[in-house]
């Protein structure tokens, strides 16, 4: 049996390979319980490729990895299904069906869990969406109705419709302007803490990774280069990892952060 100090997702001696093309080659890293991790690297390091690894979306040539201590590999289909239950996933843009409703879009995981009927349904859709930000009135409408701030709080309100443990985000704040990507890295939080999740965040947002996250895994070289938080980065030599913390962005990101919310 787990204790709360063993990592929620170990990944070991991991390779990811398409063809010629080595993405990752003995990828290693731990994620702890309760933790908000953010996945950063330059492009092509193969960010949204891990994650979509550990869930399941791509299979590695290579490595092991477990999730709440269990080597997903090796489960037989019915117990890796009840596993992925435990987890919620929000894709860059939300990532909606366009011919379903948001509060249809939530259901969708409770239809292929759980046997519920339509009222349960109807009113754990409208919790969920409570608790996004968005308004009652979004639950009817369609992804082509909302904007682009709307359409992730929905994807977001269906990562969380199953009550997961554990949240993985491709890019949550991408295409958002300043305030609106400042609302969604304090809902973020604002959820991390009230459900006791752990997050996995892919992202570039230097403003996110100083906002939110507890621990960075910098992606270089095929694997992960390193792994702590901002004032661990802001001390390595590595010239990519230098450039990105220190840059014009990084240093703004870094002011931006040391104030008092609402400064």
């Avoid at 010629?20 to 731990?30: G, M, N, P, R, T």
């Avoid at 550990?54 to 009840?82: C, D």
């Avoid at 009652?136 to 082509?144: G, T, V």
């Avoid at 991408?174 to 892919?202: E, N, R, S, W, Y």
Wanted: proline letters at 6%.
């Amino acid at each position: 049996m787990n204790s709360d100090s063993d990592p929620i997702i170990r990944i070991s001696g991991l390779r990811n390979q398409f063809g010629a093309q080595i993405v990752h080659d003995d990828l290693d890293l731990e994620v702890r319980r309760g933790e908000v991790m953010g996945i950063v690297g330059g492009s092509g390091t193969g960010k949204s490729v891990l994650l979509r690894t550990i869930v399941g979306l791509n299979q590695p040539s290579a490595g092991t990895i477990e999730v709440f201590g269990k080597n997903l590999a090796e489960l037989p289909p019915e117990e890796r299904r009840m596993q992925e239950r435990r987890w919620g996933v929000l894709f860059q843009s939300g990532a909606l069906f366009s011919s379903l409703t948001v509060a249809q879009n939530v259901q969708v995981p409770l239809r292929e869990s759980l046997d519920l009927p339509q009222r349960l349904m109807d009113e754990i859709a409208a919790v969920k969406i409570g608790m996004v930000g968005l308004p009652p009135e979004a639950a009817s409408k369609y992804p082509s109705e909302l904007s682009g701030g709307m359409k992730k709080r929905a994807g977001l309100a269906r990562a969380i419709a199953l009550d997961p443990e554990l949240l993985f985000l491709d890019e949550p704040t991408a295409g958002l302007d300043p305030i609106g990507a400042a609302a969604f890295d304090q809902l973020i939080l604002d959820l991390q803490k009230a459900l006791g999740l752990t997050v996995f965040m892919v992202t570039h947002d230097l403003d996110s990774l100083h906002a939110i996250c507890d621990r960075i895994a910098v992606l270089a070289e095929k694997k992960v280069l390193c792994v702590g938080d901002i004032p661990f980065m802001l001390s390595q030599d590595q010239p990519w990892i230098r450039e990105y913390f220190h840059g014009p962005r990084g240093r703004a990101a870094g002011v931006a952060g040391s104030q008092p919310a609402g400064a």
